[in-house]
């Protein structure tokens, strides 16, 4: 349910988001979306630490977490 809820927070916020990014894009303003695109990432990255709730943030604990391991 956790990813569920993750998949549909990062289309929101993509889908909020997404007409800047593209006026952006189409200005051929680098700069803002370079910006634009790192507070994306930082968003959704809290989005996901938020929903899952990680004690230890460590990128071994999220993908160890959403990639089952397979023996």
Same mark, same amino acid.
Not at 1 to 30: D, N, P, Q, R
């Given at each position: 349910?956790?990813?569920?809820? @993750?998949?549909?927070?990062?289309?929101?916020?993509?889908?909020? @988001?997404? @007409?800047?990014?593209?006026?952006?894009?189409?200005?051929?303003?680098?700069?803002?979306?370079?910006?634009?695109?790192?507070?994306?990432?930082?968003?959704?990255?809290?989005?996901?630490? @938020?929903?899952?709730?990680? *004690?230890? *943030?460590?990128?071994?604990?999220?993908?160890?977490?959403?990639? *089952?391991?397979?023996?």
């Amino acid at each position: 349910m956790e990813i569920f809820i @993750s998949l549909i927070f990062i289309l929101l916020v993509l889908a909020s @988001s997404g @007409s800047h990014v593209y006026m952006a894009m189409k200005g051929k303003k680098t700069k803002m979306l370079f910006i634009q695109i790192g507070i994306l990432g930082l968003v959704i990255a809290g989005g996901i630490f @938020s929903i899952y709730r990680v *004690p230890d *943030p460590s990128i071994a604990t999220i993908l160890g977490a959403v990639i *089952p391991r397979v023996h």
